[in-house]
């Protein structure tokens, strides 16, 4: 079965921090998203990514894919409170979307 | 502009019910996808519709399916509602073909409980 898996699940850090979250993918896609959900609501597209070696940056965020590795990679940089949220990757493979389970981020102050 | 709307925000039903799921789309947007995402896990893709056919399917029973219309407004049915089906049900909309570049616009979901 089709698989994205995401890393790590929960992740606490300090305001001012670094950090990086993983995506790993099975599929041969050459495409993966980024979301990002606040409790309770609904989903937020960051960002899409279309090829082997795309980069994307919005504020502090930069997302990254890596095709061969099959492996995208959500960077955070300087952590503010305002980015605690809940991020999801998704691949597009077979006419199907495959989420991954989702990281849940707390910037603690 | 508004955004994705779906209707009814909130529904309870019981075991055996039938349930209907309304999504309009950001004017101008021809696809739809449908989501369900129980608490604490990712969404899991029911479909997608593109021009009015349907252009891709989850892993869902045939208890599930769905339709678009001519102005690209989509339902969701779920027949025989099981304890398992209770959910957010995301309608999701782009321009074009989802998967092929085209960002999706979630609306706010459908919150359906099963007694």
């Known amino acids: 079965e089709l698989k994205v898996e995401q890393n790590p699940l929960f992740l606490s850090m300090q305001e001012g921090k670094n950090y990086t979250i993983y995506c790993n993918y099975s599929?041969?896609?050459?495409?993966l998203y980024w979301y990002r959900q606040d409790p309770g609501k609904s989903l937020e597209s960051l960002f899409v990514?279309?090829?082997?070696?795309a980069v994307k940056q919005e504020g502090r965020l930069m997302a990254s894919l890596d095709t061969k590795a099959r492996l995208s990679t959500l960077h955070i940089t300087a952590a503010v409170h305002d980015l605690s949220a809940t991020y999801f990757c998704?691949?597009?493979?077979?006419?199907?979307?495959?989420f991954g389970s989702g990281t849940k981020l707390n910037v603690k102050p | 502009d508004a955004g994705v709307t779906q209707s009814p925000t909130h529904l309870i039903k019981t075991r055996g019910q039938q349930v209907t799921l309304r999504c309009s789309p950001i004017s101008g947007h021809k696809s739809v996808s449908w989501y369900q995402q129980v608490l604490g896990q990712g969404p899991q893709f029911i479909f997608q519709y593109y021009e009015k056919e349907e252009r891709g399917r989850g892993n869902f029973p045939d208890r599930f399916s769905a339709r678009q219309f001519p102005n690209y407004s989509s339902e969701l049915n779920v027949n025989a509602l099981l304890l398992g089906d209770s959910a957010l049900y995301l309608c999701?909309?782009?321009?074009?073909?989802?998967?092929?570049?085209?960002?999706?616009?979630f609306g706010p979901g459908t919150r359906l409980l099963v007694l």
């Open positions: 999701a909309s782009s321009l074009a073909l989802s998967g092929f570049q085209e960002t999706q616009y």
């Open positions: 599929t041969t896609s050459d495409r």
């Open positions: 990514l279309l090829s082997n070696g």
């Open positions: 998704a691949d597009y493979n077979f006419n199907k979307f495959y």
